[in-house]
């Protein structure tokens, strides 16, 4: 056993030495907050799925939309509800839906899927209303919300199917453009715009096949125009690809759009957009596989639209592996491919088997899919009704670009291992070394809502929040920048939370290493507070840097007595800061390791069987690396007294008495955890398995050091993945402390993160050298049958 303890030392000590060579790179949230009690939260009894939003700053109001019903609530305090109106399906429409096939009391209820602002006073609302897509018009005056009963048919504007993704959008309140199904079946996609001239996607495989829509926002491309072009709108979309052969179908995520002005063609395409495009999004993932699939996007907008830059969330396409990414794209990237790209045309290979490649022929003028400029103007072309049949027949027949859109930096901006993100925000700040910070909010399959800046570069997840109890979802996600608020809708309610909560950072360190935009140490008052509110003179801040030299010497606070009895346990709880620090225990001075005396678990310290030698001063300190610095820091202090006196906290722990131990011996601010004793196991057997872990963990450990060595050697250890290392870290966390387990489920494995000018996708099975991930997609699927163009046929 001892044996086993000492291999069991050497393998933590090599674990340390391990997360420190890759600490420079990491995709673990710094910190953890689980479910809040204070939290702000909205929800009523018989009521489901709050997943539709609509901020009005100006009323003062979030507006949510649920099954059969909707609420104004309060945009301060979202418990607070101003009104609330029903809308439910009559018997009727129920009993058709029934007679159709589907579930009365799941499927055939009326779901609340759109909410619109026309204009002040009036919403436009539409609900999927038992498989009969229904519109309404709703008003809220004198804090009520009425729904008006001018009801309109809602097919292709709303889902028929409650649970499908679809994407909507209301420009200058009149324009409805709806991204969906119209038809019962869901077989039939549509892009749609209802207005006075309404006009579709043509019902072709070529422009939609099988699409999973997810998002579209209005970009005002005709500010400033050099070339008169026209306003667009922008889909985000998954669906199967055509410009690959496989063995099975393989879906690719596009981005696609319109021009606000196309009023279809006079005899091709008429009713139908003239200027409908689409073009491969690419997100590559360090590990070969097929294209990711988008979930969500979020447009950050710019004043110079060019600068507007859309944030999207991807996820893999094949079950397997729980990896995301964030990519993003710049407007003026994406009109690039648009406007300037080739096209694909489709081409016979062999009889009767066609393949999508590049499009090198004669290009018509005006070029197809453009909007209406001063080209077309030139040649007399006012209207998309007076573009010529060869343009459209055109366009009709190759709405797919050529060239993928690359991603901002040319690689994802965030990478991370874990629960699925499901939606994303982004705040735009203004910090205080007057730089502007993109701070992204980002929401998982589990719950949680992981909050992440780029710095030059260097991701890094500042917190993860916990904002549903029961780790549902989170379906909709939406940001008032104004009231620096989130609010997070899942099946089951809202949550509201605010974009920042300094005052968790108790310390001048804790407060500058968070490396929060929006958080900075007031001086005067020696407090983390809100940036905004403080002037330059008194606050300190350094993102970048994470420099905490300027910071007061720590307190270094009381000492925690305890009293010792001989013969029993003590347990001497330490709580980290930071996911990202790791625990030093010092004895007088001497370093502890765990052995067959100390045992030290992630939420501190046990010392087995005591004697009077035990008497003496335990330490605890906290060591963190932010960039190439390493932080070093004493978190609590124990002074083990022999003769127990009244004023001492706590005295022993016995194996009967943990629990008692653990609410006693709690000093302020720190959180303790039942370790797993050994004596606490009621079987032997248990404690074998524990052998047999320790002895692989240790085999795993020599293992990793000659790794370690050899990559050391080879001056290559700068970023290489960790994972196995990382993940021996958690189960060696997990062995020792279960009740840690709640705490690690957001966190997950602390994979080194991908870095913008460095990206680690690293294979070191080969020569020890670095494999960066091909620039794009197109060579990762070269096995898929891809050709280039006509030529090479
Ligand atoms: C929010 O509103 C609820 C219900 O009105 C109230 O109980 C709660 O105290 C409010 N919270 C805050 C922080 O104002
Ligand atoms: C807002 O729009 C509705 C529906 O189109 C219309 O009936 C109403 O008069 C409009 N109100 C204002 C103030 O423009
Ligand atoms: C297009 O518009 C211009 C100015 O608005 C006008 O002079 C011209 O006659 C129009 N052309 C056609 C073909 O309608
Ligand atoms: C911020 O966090 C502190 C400490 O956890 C808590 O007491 C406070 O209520 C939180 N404030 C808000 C606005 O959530």
């Not at 050099?226 to 099975?248: H, L, P, R």
């Not at 079950?319 to 995301?324: L, T, V, W």
């Not at 996911?579 to 501190?604: C, E, F, M, T």
């Not at 320790?694 to 020599?702: D, G, P, Q, Y």
Request: proline letters at 5%.
């Amino acid at each position: 056993m001892s044996f086993l303890l000492a291999q069991s030392i050497e393998c933590g000590l090599l674990l340390h030495l391990c997360f420190l060579l890759v600490s420079s790179q990491y995709c673990v949230p710094r910190k953890t907050v689980s479910y809040p009690s204070d939290l702000k939260l909205f929800r009523e009894d018989g009521i489901l799925h709050y997943s539709t939003m609509l901020i009005r700053d100006d009323l003062g109001v979030l507006l949510l939309g649920a099954r059969e019903a909707i609420y104004a609530l309060d945009i301060n305090n979202i418990s607070n509800k101003k009104a609330e109106v029903y809308w439910r399906v009559t018997e009727e429409k129920q009993r058709e839906c029934t007679y159709k096939g589907k579930l009365a009391e799941v499927e055939c209820r009326n779901y609340i899927r759109t909410l619109h602002s026309i204009n002040d006073t009036t919403i436009y609302v539409c609900g999927t209303n038992a498989f009969s897509p229904t519109c309404d018009y709703m008003t809220f005056v004198n804090g009520q919300l009425t729904l008006k009963g001018r009801q309109e048919e809602g097919k292709g504007k709303c889902p028929f199917d409650p649970f499908q993704r679809y994407s909507s959008l209301m420009v200058a309140g009149n324009d409805l453009y709806s991204a969906t199904s119209i038809n019962f079946l869901g077989s039939e996609p549509v892009i749609l715009r209802s207005s006075n001239l309404a006009l579709r996607t043509e019902f072709k495989n070529s422009w939609l096949s099988e699409p999973y829509f997810v998002y579209m926002d209005f970009v005002g491309e005709s500010v400033d125009s050099a070339d008169g072009d026209d306003d667009k709108i922008y889909f985000f979309f998954s669906e199967n690809a055509m410009e690959y052969d496989f063995y099975s179908k393989v879906v690719v995520s596009r981005v696609a759009r319109v021009c606000k002005g196309d009023m279809g063609g006079q005899r091709t395409l008429q009713r139908k957009w003239t200027s409908f495009l689409k073009a491969r999004l690419d997100c590559s993932f360090p590990e070969p596989s097929l294209p990711p699939i988008v979930q969500d996007v979020f447009l950050l907008k710019h004043k110079d639209w060019r600068k507007s830059i859309f944030y999207t969330i991807f996820t893999p396409q094949s079950g397997m592996s729980q990896m995301s990414a964030v990519c993003a794209y710049t407007v003026s990237s994406i009109r690039d491919v648009f406007n300037e790209g080739k096209f694909k045309t489709p081409a016979a290979v062999e009889t009767s088997h066609v393949k999508w490649v590049m499009y090198t022929g004669e290009v018509p003028v005006p070029r197809p899919g453009a909007c209406i400029n001063n080209v077309a103007r030139e040649l007399g072309m006012n209207r998309s009704l007076e573009l010529p049949d060869k343009t459209l027949q055109f366009i009709r027949d190759r709405p797919l670009m050529d060239e993928a859109v690359r991603p901002l930096t040319g690689a994802p901006l965030l990478l991370k291992k874990g629960a699925l993100f499901t939606r994303i925000v982004v705040d735009r700040m203004s910090a205080l070394d007057g730089e502007k910070y993109n701070v992204m909010f980002i929401g998982t399959e589990n719950g949680f809502v992981q909050k992440a800046v780029n710095f030059d570069g260097e991701m890094f997840i500042i917190e993860e929040i916990q904002v549903h109890e029961n780790q549902n979802p989170i379906l909709t996600l939406r940001l008032s920048s104004s009231k620096g608020q989130l609010y997070a809708g899942s099946e089951f309610g809202v949550v509201q939370i605010p974009v920042s909560n300094c005052s968790r950072y108790e310390s001048c360190v804790d407060c500058i290493l968070s490396r929060d935009p929006y958080c900075a140490w007031d001086v005067s008052s020696a407090r983390c507070s809100s940036a905004h509110s403080l002037s330059p003179e008194v606050a300190m801040q350094s993102l970048k840097e994470g420099n905490v030299s300027l910071c007061p010497p720590p307190d270094p606070g009381a000492v925690v007595n305890f009293a010792l009895v001989p013969g029993n346990n003590i347990q001497l709880p330490c709580q980290l800061h930071s996911n990202l620090a790791q625990v030093h225990w010092r004895s007088s001075d001497r370093p502890v390791h765990s052995n067959n005396k100390y045992y030290i678990y992630s939420g501190g310290l046990l010392i087995l069987n005591v004697t009077k030698a035990d008497a003496g001063v335990y330490a605890c300190d906290s060591v963190e690396q932010i960039n190439s610095r390493i932080y070093n820091r004493t978190v609590v202090v124990y002074s083990l007294k022999l003769s127990p006196d009244k004023d001492v906290v706590v005295s022993t722990v016995t194996q009967i008495s943990i629990q008692t131990l653990n609410t006693a011996a709690t000093s302020p601010g720190l959180e303790s955890e039942e370790p797993l004793l050994p004596e606490n196991q009621s079987n032997t057997s248990r404690m074998s398995h524990l052998e047999t872990a320790v002895a692989l963990l240790s085999l795993l450990c020599l293992s990793l050091l000659g790794t370690i060595f050899w990559i050391w050697g080879r001056q290559h250890w700068k970023c290489f993945n960790c994972t196995l290392c990382s993940r021996s870290i958690k189960e060696r966390k997990h062995n020792q402390n279960r009740t840690s387990d709640r705490k690690l489920l957001g966190s997950e494995s602390g994979r080194p993160c991908s870095n913008n000018n460095n990206h680690c996708a690293v294979d070191f099975k080969r020569n020890g050298e670095y494999h960066f991930p091909p620039k794009a997609n197109i060579s990762n699927l070269d096995g898929l049958g891809y050709i280039r163009d006509e030529s090479e046929i």
